[in-house]
């Protein structure tokens, strides 16, 4: 067992991830395969998309492939950034109308 | 910024350079890739061998206004190689001689650099060939003698190939220098208005994009899509085709990749992406590359290895189609850049 828990070159091992169970592997990338075609939304608003996801559920591997991915797409520095201050903001934003529930909370017990 | 040739770096020697490809950045096999040649041969595709020979694509000189970074031809004001009207003519002598070219693709450094250039066009023309020339856009406004060139393209019925990067003034400019951005703009705007690029126009106008970096390009598709939407948004200006291209680990983009600490990585990206289709499909199987000083070569990368063709007709003195179109195409590392993903020509994808 590696004495850390990410390695840059376990996100090239993906695809790997059918050697235990090649159904739901299939699946999986059949499906997203087709989540990121061209659709309704092209494939380059999906790139970003996928950046702003990538940093709101940290996950280093996405965040890797997709500012290769959103660069390659052409997508600015400046526009990848403000993508991160979305997801960003939604993340703070998500956290702060919590205060509600916590207002709500304290008035309630509160004399 | 100079040429490589000019500051004299080591990678101005071609040896240097395929030494890399082959062996690693330290000429140890430490950093070890499949061989081309390996692949091509589980496609069934080693020896490579020539289709038709249909382009002839002639590098007129290493001279330009430009010094891209990621030039391949390690072009610049510095570079003093051009060719003569006497090699010229020997091209045409070979093209008068050989129907089977169909397509005369001229390119440098900028072709229009060469003193002869306007010569060579109109003979060539006489010999009622396609004649393609790789513009660079610039060119038409660096001087005033070269301002009328969008009217000579058109009276010489030729098609421009002209590389932008990128539709944006940041990315272009890294690539290409300062300024090339709005000078290629007001280019693109001259050649629009004497009908180049204009849809259902004759006079064609494609554009070649290749990344500012070091990634492979995305779809040909989208980006075209892309382009074609920005370019006439904001600055009114169509276009015909968008080639993209890959960048090839040699001469100035293979410095930067060495620079940047990119080189392994890129070459696995390659690797990775190596689709045996547009194995099948490289451009070297229907062209023939031939340098200032009449070589001939199965490519302009090849060229610029100096790897000359493996044949015994291996300058235009001594031309021979049959020679020529039974030989096997040299190919080394720097070939996976022809076959990643969709694959990568002077026209484009492949695949
Ligand atoms: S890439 Fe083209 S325009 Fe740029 S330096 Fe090389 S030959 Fe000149
Ligand atoms: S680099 Fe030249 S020889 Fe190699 S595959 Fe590409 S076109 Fe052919």
Known sequence: ?111 | MKSLKAQQHILSDTHEQIEILEHGINHDDSFKLIPFQQKMEAAGLFPLKPTQLEIFQINVGKMCNQVCKHCHVDAGPDRKEIMTRETMQQCLNILAANPSFKTVDLTGGAPELNPDFRWFVAKIKELDKHIIVRCNLTIILANKKYHDLPEFFKQHSIEVVSSLPFYSKDRTDRQRGDGVFEDSIKALQMLNAVGYGIEGSEQKLNLVYNPAGAFLPSTQDSLEKEFKLVLKKDFDISFHSLYAITNLPISRFLDYLLQSSNYEKYMEKLVTAYNPVAAANVMCRNTVSISWDGFIYDCDFNQMLDMKVDCSAQHISQYSEAVLSNRNIVVNQHCYGCTAGAGSSCGGAVA
């Open chain 1, 1 to 111: 067992m590696a004495n850390h828990y990410y390695n840059a070159d376990d996100l090239g091992k993906f695809s790997g991830i059918d050697k235990f169970q090649k159904p739901l592997a299939d699946k999986f990338f059949a499906w997203y395969g087709e989540v990121f075609a061209e659709g309704n939304l092209s494939a380059r608003e999906k790139s970003l998309i996928a950046l702003a996801v990538a940093h709101a559920v940290q996950c280093p591997y996405c965040i890797d492939a997709y500012s290769s991915d959103a660069f390659e797409k052409g997508w600015s520095e400046a526009q990848m950034m403000e993508a991160v201050h979305v997801a960003s903001a939604i993340k703070g934003g998500a956290v702060l109308v919590h205060g509600v529930q916590m207002m709500n909370k304290v008035k309630e017990i509160a004399m």
